[in-house]
């Protein structure tokens, strides 16, 4: 093939990409139009993107299984998009121009790896936005000044610092965040629409000392993966707050207490969490469905053991995602 052919054929494939481009922007302009006022409400987990044989990724970061979606009448909101959010979304077909809500729990990396990407798809596809997070998220600009609107004034974008004093209404939906404890600015929220209650709990610690063996231990000094016999300090505030909740989505990162158990839940805080609690529905976020052993009896394990302890029903996410509709 000669210069001029070559030339030729790169100027017609150029005119017909951007002639696709053009008609998928169309796609997502329609897309947003459609209402979800009358479908289900939903909590929704995309697919999980990880191989069995991906060791790299498997053990080496356990960051690839955060984020999800929540929908409850006209809001259908995410929260804390991750690592690989967005095409974790796309390869479970979820439609993301009907997301109109971003919450961002606190600025690490895990929580909130995809919410430019997100934000710059969103932005594109001229959906209307309105962002949440605490005020460390916008200074360190974990979301950008463009994408959160600052820098560039968007029509369809808006942003809102949030706090424990903030109380969101929209509609008949009702969202009032709480304090958490993970050694940077983190909230959880509780949602009230009609008669349920739902919270999430977000990276947190909660035990400060444990007996173990007739030893008080401090959860600062666990150096490896222990069990307790007995909580002796906690932090009551998380109880408090989710303790008339019908469904909870709470983060966890391990079954017993090891070194991350000063700022992330154990199993075992968890159920001290639920003890006298009217939860009916609890989903498991953050941790590896998979573990790094199991491969995809981890999550299923910890969920039917927390279900035998508490007799609440209990979902984890798996490589295919999870979808609970909201009865």
Not at 34 to 62: A, C, H, T, V
Not at 278 to 285: E, F, H, V
Request: net charge positive; charged share 25%; hydrophobic share 35%.
């Amino acid at each position: 093939m000669n210069k001029n052919n070559l030339k030729s054929e790169l100027i017609k494939i150029d005119k017909k990409r951007l002639k696709i481009r053009k008609s998928y922007k169309s796609k997502l302009h329609h897309k947003i139009n459609i209402k979800l006022k009358n479908s289900s409400d939903y909590i929704f987990f995309p697919k999980i993107l990880i191989s069995k044989n991906n060791e790299q990724l498997r053990y080496g970061l356990s960051w690839h299984y955060n984020g999800f979606i929540i929908k409850v009448d006209s809001l259908v909101m995410e929260v804390d998009p991750g690592v690989n959010f967005l095409l974790r979304l796309t390869e479970s077909k979820y439609n993301i121009t009907n997301i109109n809500k971003l919450y961002i729990s606190h600025l690490h990396i895990d929580h909130s790896a995809d919410a430019n990407t997100l934000m710059e798809y969103l932005i594109r596809s001229n959906s209307n936005i309105e962002i949440f997070a605490p005020q460390s998220v916008y200074e360190t600009n974990t979301i950008s000044k463009f994408h959160s609107g600052e820098k560039i004034s968007f029509n369809n974008i808006q942003s809102q610092s949030i706090d424990e004093n903030t109380k969101l209404k929209f509609n008949n939906i009702n969202i009032n965040f709480f304090p958490l404890f993970h050694g940077v600015e983190c909230y959880g929220f509780n949602i009230k629409y009609k008669d349920k209650l739902i919270s999430y709990i977000s990276d947190t610690g909660y035990s400060r000392e444990i007996k173990v063996k007739n030893k008080i231990m401090k959860i600062s000094e666990i150096k490896k993966s222990i069990g307790a016999d007995e909580i002796i300090l906690k932090n009551e505030t998380i109880k408090k707050e989710v303790q008339h909740s019908d469904i909870i989505i709470c983060n966890i990162d391990s079954f017993q207490y090891n070194k991350n158990s000063k700022t992330h839940l154990s199993v075992l805080d968890l159920l001290d969490i639920l003890k006298d609690s009217n939860c009916k529905k609890l989903i498991l976020s953050h941790i590896n469905p998979m573990g790094e052993i199991l491969y995809e009896e981890w999550g299923k394990k910890i969920s039917k053991y927390i279900k035998n302890e508490t007799n609440i029903n209990t979902f984890c996410s798996n490589n295919n995602g999870l979808k609970i509709i909201l009865d």
